[in-house]
């Protein structure tokens, strides 16, 4: 679901960095950060074929929008895209995308790095690895298992 300012998306299709790259475009902003996590070939030794994701949708898209706006709050971005990929996703494709407009760069990476960690901490996403031996295993992410970073894990924003 996608508001003026904040693109919270859950999808089955592949998901397109240049789509939220576009959607967070402001002329007012000099900075665009973006996050892309795909899928790597092996975890711990273990040759890996894709990922599977599963979500409660509508929790999971809720979710992601108090995301966009704790990122609004805490720093003063412009807009924000956070794209999450559900179903397979194969070697090198994208599982998730967060794009982040800001006046200054720093309030942009700091926001970035808030949402991906806050994403995998408390969004109820599920990912299953596949490995080429024919075994899958469902995972938790670390710090979900941790609780969670909800609060910023970045230093406060400062003005450049």
Known sequence: MAEAWCLASIRESVLSHEEAVAFVGDPGCG??????????????????????????????????????????????????A????????????????????????????DACAFLIDDLKANVPIWKKESYDDGGDQWKQNNEFSHGGPREASVPSPRKE
């Open 31 to 80: 900075a665009i950060a973006t996050f892309l996590g795909v899928t790597r070939d092996n975890f711990e030794g273990k040759a890996v074929s894709k990922l599977s994701y599963e979500a409660y949708v509508p929790m999971a898209e809720q979710e992601m929008r108090k995301l966009c706006e704790a990122a609004k709050a805490k720093w003063g971005v412009s807009k924000v």
């Open 82 to 109: 956070i794209l999450h990929r559900i179903g397979d996703v194969p070697i090198g494709g994208a599982s998730v995308i967060i794009a982040v407009s800001a006046p200054h760069r720093r309030e942009a990476l």
